[in-house]
């Protein structure tokens, strides 16, 4: 009896061993087929490009940064500085191998300072600072060759709908 469990055994475990293989072999690629799967999915999303990005992130939050300044809505003009902020950050994400991604960091040191106006709630300071971004805006649309997009300090609002 014990020979002949010895000998089942023995024909068993290699069995067992060739069937986890094919299993484990079945596994990988069914797991390598849901990886390509998921990579033809995430290939075929949609990414706005950087003009989506500035005329539907950083160009309302650039008017509205700027009256909530001029309301001296501090709250506020923090929550559109941030809104900005993120606008550029986005085009630094999605678009890293663009010259305007490498661009995005000029903006850098006058989003600082209207941080700090924000922060000081000093208006002199904003507005100074806030015609200084304004102006890094254009120098940036020149150096990108996209120098007919001219931006400049909002004289009309937009959004009446809101207070600032």
Same mark, same amino acid.
């Given at each position: 009896?014990?020979? @002949?469990? @010895?000998?089942?055994?023995?024909?068993?475990?290699?069995?067992? %061993?060739?069937?986890?293989?094919?299993?484990?072999?079945?596994?990988?690629?069914?797991?390598?087929?849901?990886?390509?799967? @998921?990579?033809?999915?995430?290939?075929?999303?949609?990414?706005?490009?950087?003009?989506?990005?500035?005329?539907?992130?950083?160009?309302?939050?650039?008017?509205?940064?700027?009256?909530?300044?001029?309301?001296?809505?501090?709250?506020?003009?923090?929550?559109?500085?941030?809104?900005?902020?993120?606008?550029?950050?986005?085009?630094?994400?999605?678009?890293?191998?663009?010259?305007?991604?490498? &661009? $995005?960091?000029?903006?850098?040191?006058?989003?600082?300072?209207?941080?700090?106006?924000?922060?000081?709630?000093?208006?002199?300071?904003?507005?100074?600072?806030?015609?200084?971004?304004?102006?890094?805006?254009?120098?940036?649309?020149?150096? %990108?060759?996209?120098?007919?997009?001219?931006?400049? $300090?909002? &004289?009309?609002?937009?959004?009446?709908?809101?207070?600032?």
């Amino acid at each position: 009896m014990k020979r @002949l469990s @010895l000998l089942f055994l023995s024909l068993a475990v290699p069995f067992a %061993l060739m069937v986890g293989c094919e299993q484990s072999g079945s596994k990988t690629e069914v797991l390598q087929a849901r990886v390509d799967s @998921l990579q033809n999915r995430l290939n075929s999303v949609y990414t706005p490009g950087t003009g989506a990005f500035m005329n539907f992130i950083v160009q309302p939050h650039h008017l509205k940064l700027w009256y909530a300044g001029q309301g001296k809505n501090w709250a506020l003009a923090e929550y559109e500085r941030q809104e900005l902020m993120g606008g550029f950050e986005k085009i630094q994400k999605y678009h890293k191998d663009k010259p305007e991604a490498a &661009a $995005v960091a000029m903006i850098f040191p006058a989003m600082n300072a209207i941080e700090k106006s924000i922060r000081e709630k000093d208006d002199n300071a904003f507005k100074n600072n806030f015609v200084m971004l304004t102006n890094t805006c254009n120098t940036c649309h020149q150096a %990108l060759k996209y120098g007919f997009n001219v931006i400049k $300090v909002p &004289a009309k609002n937009s959004f009446d709908n809101q207070s600032f």
